[in-house]
């Protein structure tokens, strides 16, 4: 029998994004217990990263930490640190300090590579309903629904959705970062739409939108529902 032994790999998971532009603890409290209230099985132990871009001051962040894990969230880490004591006082509470992109190396005697045919992963294609409490994922790919998503279920997708039927459960397009993938439904009814890890739940559909044809597009890090006429 080979013998393994222990690795780091790298991977690419997709997070929610908690931007404050206040610490104030309530205020933070009140947002999360509303978005779980409102989706409660899709944010259970869901990991969360904190955008503290916008605050002047650095925040206290064990009180922060427990206040995120009490409400069910696992803080995973910080994002928009802008000065080293910042980094420094999210280090301390044991919370990890990431990047929100990474910088191009400097060009180094380019090479034209050789053109290499691309690879074409089919889009994947389900013919009928998706029913409460299924899950349909399209890795690599789009998916296409011949039919509706009951409330309840979810579809994703690394690359875009199309149903041709009524959104009633949960799409998630670009679960790996896509943020060019799209959603779109013949009747809007959403209880969550979510492309490249940016979401908008039921309560902030547009009314006018509500069962009509939609198109769902990430524009300028937020997300932006059109009528498809």
Do not use: W
Request: aromatic letters at 4%.
């Amino acid at each position: 029998m080979v013998e393994r032994d222990n690795e780091i790999k790298g991977a690419t998971f997709t997070l929610s994004v908690l931007h404050i532009t206040d610490a104030n603890p309530d205020k933070i409290r009140s947002l999360l217990e509303s978005k779980v209230a409102q989706a409660p099985h899709f944010f259970n132990c869901a990991p969360l990263v904190l955008n503290v871009e916008m605050l002047d001051a650095v925040p206290d962040f064990e009180a922060l930490k427990d206040l995120v894990e009490s409400e069910e969230f696992i803080l995973v880490g910080i994002t928009g640190a802008r000065s080293e004591a910042m980094k420094t006082a999210a280090k301390a509470a044991g919370i990890a300090v990431m990047s929100s992109g990474k910088k191009r190396p400097e060009p180094v005697a380019p090479v034209a590579p050789k053109p290499e045919p691309p690879t074409v992963i089919p889009t994947r294609v389900h013919v009928g309903p998706v029913r409460s409490g299924q899950q349909i994922y399209a890795a690599g790919t789009s998916l296409v629904v011949l039919g509706s998503v009951s409330p309840g279920a979810e579809v994703i997708a690394d690359d875009s959705i199309h149903i041709y039927g009524t959104l009633r459960g949960r799409a998630i397009a670009g679960a790996r970062g896509n943020t060019q993938a799209r959603i779109y439904c013949q009747q809007l009814a959403a209880e969550l739409l979510s492309i490249a890890g940016t979401f908008q739940l039921s309560d902030a559909l547009p009314a006018g939108l509500i069962q009509r044809p939609v198109h769902v597009r990430l524009d300028k890090e937020q997300l932006r529902i059109d009528s498809i006429k």
